[in-house]
T-cell receptor, first 113, second 113 residues
Framework: IAGITQAPTSQILAAGRRMTLRCTQD?????MYWYRQDLGLGLRLIHY???????GKGEVPDGYSVSRANTDDFPLTLASAVPSQTSVYFC????????????FGQGTRLTVV | GENVEQHPSTLSVQEGDSAVIKCTYS??????FPWYKQELGKRPQLIID?????GEKKDQRIAVTLNKTAKHFSLHITETQPEDSAVYFC????????????FGRGTSLIVHP
């Protein structure tokens, strides 16, 4: 792995199903984030984690959960998918110490039908 | 929390013209202001950033200016080229408890040959 990787890259999901989007980074970044990108709404924060073992809610957390068991992994779970969760999901990471850029994964295009 | 406003939402220019995208932020504790470029179907990637102790920064055809008093910062692209066509996002983040990058809604820049 080089950088930050998401899986899957795309998925079609039936409404009501449970789904976990995976995110892994090998840069030893403290902080990790999940954003959803919808046309005209930019990047909206779903959940974040400033360090392993801690998580927090962002702007649009309802219907999503996260965990941060270690530094490298930050999975996002949709407990029971709904059509309004159709979006492109980006995971990102950055070093918290100092002012540093966020590195993004390649994105997961999720369609809930 | 932080709120970032970005304008315009779309910007159409002729090749060779200049383009300016403006952002305002609300949290005076923010001190790091990156700009990301997202090409169609790709992940956002950093193109330039500025910190609060600097008023202007240039990198070839790209420049960013920051006015901390007015809480606004701008991206300037000179001599635009068709490959500059993309969505551009501004962001703001701070230190201490406000590490989380907050993004503007994005500007779709179209450069006509």
């Amino acid at each position: 792995i080089a950088g930050i990787t998401q899986a899957p890259t795309s998925q079609i999901l039936a409404a009501g199903r449970r789904m976990t989007l995976r995110c892994t980074q090998d840069m030893r970044h403290n902080a990790m984030y999940w954003y959803r990108q919808d046309l005209g709404l930019g990047l909206r924060l779903i959940h974040y984690s400033n360090t392993a073992g801690t998580t927090g809610k962002g702007e649009v957390p309802d219907g999503y959960s996260v965990s941060r068991a270690n530094t490298d992994d930050f999975p996002l779970t949709l407990a029971s998918a709904v059509p309004s969760q159709t979006s492109v999901y980006f995971c990102a990471s950055r070093l918290v110490a100092g002012d540093t850029e966020a590195f993004f994964g390649q994105g997961t295009r999720l369609t809930v039908v | 929390g932080e709120n970032v406003e970005q304008h315009p939402s779309t910007l159409s220019v002729q090749e060779g013209d200049s383009a300016v995208i403006k952002c305002t932020y609300s949290d005076s504790a923010s001190n790091y202001f990156p700009w990301y470029k997202q090409e169609l179907g790709k992940r956002p990637q950093l193109i330039i950033d500025i910190r609060s102790n600097v008023g202007e920064k240039k990198d070839q055809r790209i420049a960013v200016t920051l006015n901390k008093t007015a809480k606004h910062f701008s991206l300037h692209i000179t001599e635009t080229q068709p490959e500059d066509s993309a969505v551009y996002f501004c962001a703001a983040s701070g230190t201490g408890g406000s590490y989380i990058p907050t993004f503007g809604r994005g500007t779709s820049l179209i450069v006509h040959p």
